[in-house]
Each structure stands twice: as structure tokens, then as C-alpha cells.
């Protein structure tokens, strides 16, 4: 939090919420996209902090998909609803698929902002497919699941 940059872009995004909240409030996908996109900046987030303390890669992808859907688990406990990462969507998935390509870009040399700009775009990429296209993971089914699907 030594950084302004922080401050800067939340400045300039509630600028944007502003200047155009009629345009936005009538988009169906406006929250999502918003969704998407703070998604990959906590992910971000979370896979910096992690390597800054030290830790190896795996650790900093378990971290930063920790911190980016923890976020949406408290917005969605917020406003009364079932947490997205409870649903069928990719969404903790988007998340380490953007750890994994901070690491590889990384690993090719790229720097620190370009890696961090990776990891975002594959976080916001990932999930923006998955929903366009209904991609989801599978649904592991209990006993009791199966049981009852039988009857």
C-alpha cells in the first residue's frame, strides 16, 4: 500500500461510474464485467504480495486465487446470494489459470508489469470465455445425489 497507484485507478474508476452511471446501470452484463476485472486485479494482488514474501510460484498461484475469490465469496455473502465460486462457473479456475500465466511469462523474462498485465488479462480472458460459450467444470455427484437421481 506504499504506492498511489492504488488510489489513482479506484479515483479514476469511480470517475468513470460517474460521468457514465446511465450507460453502465443499463448494461445486463455491467456487473459482471466489473466482477471480472477486480477478479484479475486480486489476483494479481495476491500472487505479488506472495512472491514478495519469499514464496515459491505454487504457492503464490494458491494465494492469488485465494485472494481473488475471496473477494467475490464476501461481495456475494453480501448482497444475499450464493458465492460464485459455489456455482458451476469458472471462477477460482480463471484465477489460477492467471497465476500460471504470470509465472510462465516470468519465467521468459518478461517484467514485473507485463507479467502482472498477463496474469490479469488471462484472469479476465478465461472468464469472459467461459461464460460466452457456458464452459464449466464438472459436477462431482455424492451417493446420496446419485441415489436420488436413480429413484
Known amino acids: 500500500m506504499t504506492s498511489s497507484m492504488y488510489l489513482i485507478v479506484t479515483g479514476i474508476a469511480l470517475l468513470v461510474v460517474i460521468l457514465f452511471a446511465r450507460v453502465l446501470i443499463h448494461l445486463h452484463n455491467t456487473l459482471f464485467i466489473f466482477d471480472t476485472i477486480g477478479l484479475g486485479l486480486f489476483v494479481v494482488v495476491g500472487f505479488q504480495k506472495s512472491l514478495m ?5 505454487w504457492v ?28 458451476k462457473d469458472i471462477y477460482a479456475m480463471a484465477c489460477a489459470i492467471g497465476g500460471v500465466a504470470y ?49
Do not use: W
Open 53 to 57: 514474501a519469499g514464496f515459491p510460484y
Open 60 to 87: 503464490a498461484i494458491i494465494m492469488g486465487t485465494i485472494t481473488g475469490a475471496a473477494g467475490g465469496v464476501v461481495r456475494d455473502i453480501f448482497i444475499n446470494e450464493e458465492p460464485l465460486i459455489f456455482r
Open 103 to 151: 509465472m510462465v511469462s516470468d519465467h521468459l523474462g518478461a517484467n514485473s508489469m507485463l507479467s502482472q498485465f498477463f496474469c490479469a488479462s488471462f484472469v479476465i480472458l478465461s472468464r469472459i470465455i467461459a461464460v460466452k460459450y457456458h464452459l464449466s467444470l464438472p459436477v462431482l455427484k455424492g451417493e446420496d445425489e446419485s441415489k436420488k437421481s436413480e429413484n
